[in-house]
């Protein structure tokens, strides 16, 4: 079994910063990617960042450039430092890995979800 333990949301001015966290723990062969994907009231889970085991990054087109996401060297645990926060931010965030629980099969696993709201 694989737990994702996320941290860091929470209300936030406009302009502000948060850092969060998630922790990959359980049986997994290997992780391949790390990321973080949002969903806001009336609107579909998109994409806010992901990280690959080798280092490259993809981040959704509304973040780019105030968003940061980056790996431990273990390679379990990824973070995301949210800088210039906009009220359009305010979302349900969550971790995602990507993961080989075998070594021929892939499966994508999620956290349960950190709150992120930003406002005045």
């Known amino acids: 079994q694989v737990q994702l333990v996320e941290s860091g949301g929470g209300l936030v001015q406009p302009g502000g910063s948060l850092r969060l966290s998630c922790a990959a723990a359980g049986s997994i062969y290997s992780i391949k990617d790390m990321g973080w994907y949002r969903k806001a009231p009336g609107k579909e889970r998109e994409l806010v960042a992901v990280?690959?085991?080798?280092?490259?990054?993809n981040y959704g087109d509304s973040v780019k450039g105030r968003f940061t996401i980056s790996r431990d060297n273990t390679k379990t645990t990824v973070n995301l430092q949210m800088n210039s926060l906009e009220p359009e931010d305010t979302a349900v965030y969550y971790c995602y890995v990507l993961g080989t629980p075998t070594l021929w099969s892939t499966k994508t696993y999620w956290g349960q979800g950190t709150q992120v709201t930003v406002s005045s």
């Open positions: 990280i690959t085991s080798g280092g490259s990054t």
